[in-house]
Nanobody
Framework: QVQLVESGGGVVQAGGSLRLTCRAWGRRFELFTVVAWFRQAPGKEREFVAF????????????SVRGRFTISRDASGDAAENKIYLEMNLLTPDDTAVYYC??????????????????????WGPGTQVTVSW
């Protein structure tokens, strides 16, 4: 059984930074073709944040976070470190949301719009709350 669990959320002041971590149990992240982060703010629909393909190439970001957020996979080489990260800088109150990591097996040639769609991902974590205050 595959489980994803996020951590690293919290309360931070505007302009600050947080690093979210998603850890997987039951399957190595490299066995998924794509991993991603999404978020959902109160009263709003879930929205795409970033995805990262297994085959490499540049990660892709939502316009609202490009240049401030960085998605990455653990590069330690340690088989026990089955994690992906979301480094978030220059946070603003608009970034306040529950953040979810997701993993899927869409073909690597899938269009960008497909990989930005949450329905393309079969595995989700329960989410971690990020609150940004002035």
């Amino acid at each position: 059984q595959v489980q994803l669990v996020e951590s690293g959320g919290g309360v931070v002041q505007a302009g600050g930074s947080l690093r979210l971590t998603c850890r997987a149990w039951g399957r190595r992240f490299e066995l998924f073709t794509v991993v991603a982060w999404f978020r959902q703010a109160p009263g709003k629909e879930r929205e795409f944040v970033a995805f990262h393909k297994r085959s490499g190439g540049a990660p892709y970001y939502a316009d609202s976070v490009r240049g401030r957020f960085t998605i990455s996979r653990d590069a330690s080489g340690d088989a026990a470190e089955n994690k992906i990260y979301l480094e978030m800088n220059l946070l603003t109150p608009d970034d306040t949301a529950v953040y979810y990591c997701a993993a899927g097996s869409q073909p690597l040639i899938s269009p960008r719009t497909t990989l930005m769609d949450g329905t393309s991902y079969g595995y989700w974590g329960p989410g971690t709350q990020v609150t940004v205050s002035w």
